[in-house]
């Protein structure tokens, strides 16, 4: 993840069904920053490294931006994916084993309306939570 020095907003991630620690680790000059919904990333190119174990459930998890007061603005403008764990064709008939497999993801998004017109703010500030 990369962060532009001195922008705005800050941010952090968060996973979802995966053993991410909350810790933070330094390994000589990098830190590897843990799932910690309260710690800001540093501007500039920011690590997160964590193994997933070999039995872990298969499966489809996803990330997101979770800086408190800040999330729903930087998931709905992107700041979220999906990781796969596993591949579960293997437990298809044989003839299924090899189909593409394919992500989809849906995100809410806030639309304002601008003189009788709807539009997604790109200028909101950042204090203010989003409506629901």
Same mark, same amino acid.
């Given at each position: 993840?990369?962060?532009? #020095? ?11 069904? &995966?053993p991410v620690?909350?810790?933070?680790? %330094? ?9 910690? #919904?309260?710690?800001? &990333?540093? @501007?500039? *190119?920011? +690590? ?5 174990p070999e039995? +872990?459930?298969?499966?489809?998890f996803w990330?997101? @931006? ?25 437990? &298809?008939? @044989?003839?299924?084993? *090899? ?7 849906? %995100? ?23 409506? *629901?």
């Open positions: 993840m990369q962060i532009p #020095v001195g922008h705005a907003q800050p941010t952090n991630l968060h996973f979802h069904g &995966l620690t909350p810790r933070n680790r %330094k390994v000589g000059n990098v830190t590897y920053y843990g799932d910690n #919904v309260l710690v800001c &990333l540093p @501007a500039g *190119r920011s +690590h997160i490294r964590f193994r997933i039995n +872990h459930d298969q499966g489809t990330y997101h @931006a979770h800086l408190h007061g800040l999330t729903d603005d930087q998931v709905s403008r992107g700041l979220a994916g999906m990781l796969i764990v596993g591949d579960s064709r293997r437990y &298809l008939p @044989a003839r299924f084993r *090899r189909i593409r497999t394919r992500l989809l993801s849906f %995100k809410d998004v806030q639309a304002v309306n601008v003189a009788g017109r709807w539009a997604i703010p790109t200028n909101r500030d950042p204090r203010i939570p989003p409506g *629901r």
